[in-house]
């Protein structure tokens, strides 16, 4: 009995040393600990969970699954491992096990709590739905995370359309302007500051793929660009290659730290690109580029429709950049987002985006050298043609 319940809490400083390194992306050091955490005792979920984490911000996803089924054989009723797995099988393209799984997430109690349907007060939603066609019926599509995350499944409304349904687009207030613009005339939209309209039929904007099979890339609808927009006429007005460019996104992202580049200094390589005029797409801050004022996402996208291409980090200006089918640039922190998966310099979401991956967190001066060769080819290929 001693030597259980020492190695039990040997296992749990284990894992509060392994959480710490994760803390200060030290994954390495992190994966270690947690090995050792579920060696003194097995049957530690959480060790095993993180054991999953620490592999997959190391880029091994198939050994981050193996850590996660484990973890669920021993919590089978706890959400956190079933989510995991299905952010392994997207990362590595895996999309008919990934959007299936990633369903699940609606049992998670917490993630359900934080939707923007679910805080809508006195808001009583109609059946959930499970991607049938019930023509004449009422959709209600609704923005259950990031407006990133709205901005990337948009691309879906042209096989909402077909549904024959009455569709109603629940969006926040920033994106209603360009949401508006781009969706059939038959369809509503309405931001998630009003009262949820009557509707028959309810779904999430990340359940589209599941609910339309988005199995594996060639199912991806608008790949080549589903968004328009008006052009800015300054911004088209201006000389030499113009070019947008974001380096930080929102600090409350969860992910934030691996993502954006806090340490502007670092962008000095890009402005020795010759040829291009810089236009800086960063919200509150020029760094000494040209900036238009923009109030809300459909005025970003018409200074980015007038742009040659765009430079970005993983935020919402590279999903409105992909969706226009303006060639994007798109610098990806690591670990990344599962949108992005695991390797490789092209996504399946957007034709004209150029992945540029850091090989370890933080490594952007590698990332920002190959970006600047890639703008210098563009600007060549344009002087050229």
Known sequence: MRLAGWRKRESQRAVVSGLVAMNAQDYERAEMLFRLAVECYPKHFGAWVNLGNAAGN????????????????????????????????LQLGEYRDGWSIYEERWHDPTFHARTSIAVAAGTELAKRWDGAVHRDR????????????????????????????????????????LVRYNVPKGADVVTDTEPVPRHDYHAAFMSLPYLFRTWRAADIPGSAGYLHARPHPEVASLPGYRVGLVWKGNRAHKGDAMRSIHNSDQLAPLFETAGVTWVSLQLGEANGMKQFETLDFYETSTVVRSLHAVVSVDTSTAHIAGALCVPTLLMIGAPNDYRWMASGDRTPWYFNTTLFRCERPHAWPKVIESVRSELTRLVDQRRAA
Do not use: C, K
Not at 62 to 87: G, K, M, S, W
Not at 169 to 177: I, K, M, Q
């Open 58 to 89: 190391r880029g091994r996803h198939r050994d981050a699954l193996r850590y996660y089924h484990h973890a669920h054989t021993l919590a089978p009723f706890d959400p956190a491992p079933r989510v995991n797995i299905a952010h392994a099988h």
């Open 138 to 177: 009422s959709l209600l599509i609704f923005a259950e995370q990031g407006a990133g995350d709205v901005l990337m499944m948009l691309r879906y409304w042209g096989l909402l359309e077909q549904t024959g349904m009455h569709v109603i687009y629940r969006v926040p207030a920033n994106l209603w302007r």
